[in-house]
């Protein structure tokens, strides 16, 4: 019997080579082949543990390329897509949005359209030995659009996203759904809170702070700093995916959330604190933090309740906010000593 083929797009970012590196080390019998176009996002250095595993191949190129993805399900034979992929940074989708409807909503049309196609040969039948090859979507709290004082993201709260990547999002969540609906494909779903730790982009917000504190500049918050976020540690996010995409009901979507919400301010003098007491500067870092111009539309509150993996799957987060930021913080530190 073969082994498993599993095509993972986007794997040089953030989440997606956290994710490699752990499902190749808890599933040694699969192939995983890594489809990311090494955008701004992208860094292969975040996949030096597996780089030379005889299980892990890297391909180049761009999911809005419908012939390459074609020409990979030819060669490889996927037997499952968990689909990364897509342009995220907020800031960067109130400039430039086109980018976002590009990658996020045509890139994702593209990758889920060929696999039904290689998987099933009419509405409601797959081919013979593709009964159980399943398409994972990742996607964000941020289709939710911005909570109140008080409540959670639920898996059936309405969409109500408020910037062009959420937007963008959104729209790729409902052509998943559609498929899953209209042609039966086997897919699951999950929105994640915000993630944090190991290999994140230098421009989120928590590499910036430990950075601009190290380097003795301005550390920036936008606003007044009381956007609350949901934070979940990359890790607890990689096992979470793992178990929604071997175990997870078809159709369903699942919620993965850190129970941790915190707002910029707290995160800023929580990092500025720790890094006081393990590399101390000549005067407090918190003494480096300023506040500038709030981003247009910025939604005030996420949180994600993340009952349905809990009590569904047996999903929980390993680490609070208070453990993983010192993983990420011993981390960065390296990163930016080495």
Not at 157 to 166: D, G, H, W
Not at 170 to 188: E, K
Not at 202 to 231: M, V
Not at 245 to 250: A, E, I, L, M, Y
């Amino acid at each position: 019997m073969k082994n498993k083929t599993i095509l993972v797009t986007g794997g040089a970012g953030f989440i997606g080579s956290n994710f490699i590196s752990y499902y190749l080390n808890e599933n040694p019998n699969v192939n995983l082949v890594n489809l990311d176009n090494l955008t701004y996002a992208g860094d292969l250095s975040n996949l030096y543990e597996v780089e030379n595993n005889s299980n892990y191949t890297f391909v180049k190129g761009d999911i809005c390329d419908r012939g390459l993805i074609e020409q990979l399900f030819n060669k490889h034979q996927f037997d499952g897509v968990i689909h990364f992929a897509a342009e995220s940074h907020v800031d960067n989708s109130i400039t430039n949005p086109g980018a976002f409807i590009d990658t996020n909503i045509t890139g994702t049309f593209n990758l889920i359209d060929v696999a039904k196609s290689y998987w099933m040969s009419a509405p409601f039948q797959f081919k013979k030995g593709k009964e159980n090859n399943r398409f994972h979507h990742i996607s964000t709290d941020e289709v939710y659009g911005s909570l109140g004082d008080t409540g959670l993201f639920k898996e059936d709260t309405p969409y109500a996203p408020n910037s062009p990547y959420s937007a963008s999002k959104a729209a790729s969540d409902f052509i998943v759904r559609s498929y899953f609906h209209t042609y039966g494909l086997n897919v699951v779903t999950t929105n994640c809170s915000n993630n944090y730790g190991p290999k994140q982009h230098n421009e989120k917000l928590i590499p910036t702070i430990i950075r601009k504190a190290l380097s003795g500049e301005n550390i920036p918050i936008y606003g007044d700093g009381k956007n609350i976020r949901d934070w979940l540690y990359v890790l607890d996010h990689c096992k979470g995916i793992a178990l929604v995409f071997t175990q997870g009901k078809s159709g369903e979507t699942y919620n993965i959330g850190g129970r941790n919400e915190r707002n910029n301010l707290t995160i800023v003098d929580t990092i500025c604190s720790i890094l006081d007491n393990i590399k101390p500067a000549n005067k407090s870092y918190k003494e480096q933090i300023t506040f500038v111009k709030d981003r247009p539309g910025h939604d005030l509150r996420y949180a994600i309740d993340a009952t349905k993996i809990e009590n569904d799957l047996g999903w929980k987060a390993d680490e609070n906010f208070e453990s993983g930021i010192r993983k990420t913080i011993d981390w960065y530190l390296k990163k930016y000593n080495s």
